[in-house]
T-cell receptor
Framework: EAQVTQNPRYLITVTGKKLTVTCSQNMNHEYMSWYRQDPGLGLRQIYYSMNVEVTDKGDVPEGYKVSRKEKRNFPLILESPSPNQTSLYFC????????????FGQGTRLTVV | GESVGLHLPTLSVQEGDNSIINCAYSNSASDYFIWYKQESGKGPQFIIDIRSNMDKRQGQRVTVLLNKTVKHLSLQIAATQPGDSAVYFCAEVPPGGKLIFGQGTTLQVKP
């Protein structure tokens, strides 16, 4: 089954404690991205990657890092989480350069206290 | 029932009625558009798409209309069902391929 898998689904952590949210896709998509979703602000892109070893900032990259060492994986790293990073996070993947839809993971609900 | 997307974030309709969800997009160069449905606790799911060389596209119970003159997109859902209750997002794809999402409209279906 074609899917994007994020882990964990729910996470509560404390300010300053590094964390990683994993994302994996099995569709051989070149393009992967991370979004955060906040009430009243919709989906905002954090980082994206057009292919292996190619990453770029989205609209709200501050406080986040990503890596793309393999085509299927695109982890989101919060080196020093802060309460304003409490949000719902989605990973997505799609074919690059072709007009096809993005497939989304199930989401990760992160709370930073 | 009808919404104007960004200006009316919630649309309430009676089960069995038709729903129209509207979206104004921002980039006149966008050449691909997608509607997503997001149910509570889930990620956005693809509903239907349309390319800029079309004005209308129909799926099962859903129709997307594109008016490039006024940069307007709408999603029509026929015979709305309780399972249609969700948040609906439009997304535009300008040259370069980056998805740009609208704010979303909540559709509530009253039994």
């Amino acid at each position: 089954e074609a899917q994007v898998t994020q882990n964990p689904r729910y996470l509560i952590t404390v300010t300053g404690k590094k964390l990683t949210v994993t994302c994996s896709q099995n569709m051989n998509h070149e393009y992967m991205s991370w979004y955060r979703q906040d009430p009243g602000l919709g989906l905002r892109q954090i980082y994206y990657s057009m292919n292996v070893e190619v990453t770029d900032k989205g609209d709200v990259p501050e406080g986040y890092k990503v890596s793309r060492k393999e085509k299927r994986n695109f982890p989101l790293i919060l080196e020093s989480p802060s309460p304003n990073q409490t949000s719902l996070y989605f990973c997505a993947s799609s074919l690059w350069g072709k007009n096809t839809e993005a497939f989304f993971g199930q989401g990760t609900r992160l709370t930073v206290v | 029932g009808e919404s104007v997307g960004l200006h009316l974030p919630t649309l309430s309709v009676q089960e069995g009625d038709n729903s129209i969800i509207n979206c104004a997009y921002s980039n006149s160069a966008s050449d691909y558009f997608i509607w997503y449905k997001q149910e509570s606790g889930k990620g956005p799911q693809f509903i239907i798409d349309i390319r800029s060389n079309m004005d209308k596209r129909q799926g099962q119970r859903v129709t997307v209309l594109l008016n490039k003159t006024v940069k307007h997109l709408s999603l029509q859902i026929a015979a709305t069902q309780p399972g249609d209750s969700a948040v609906y997002f439009c997304a535009e794809v300008p040259p370069g391929g980056k998805l740009i999402f609208g704010q979303g409209t909540t559709l509530q279906v009253k039994p």
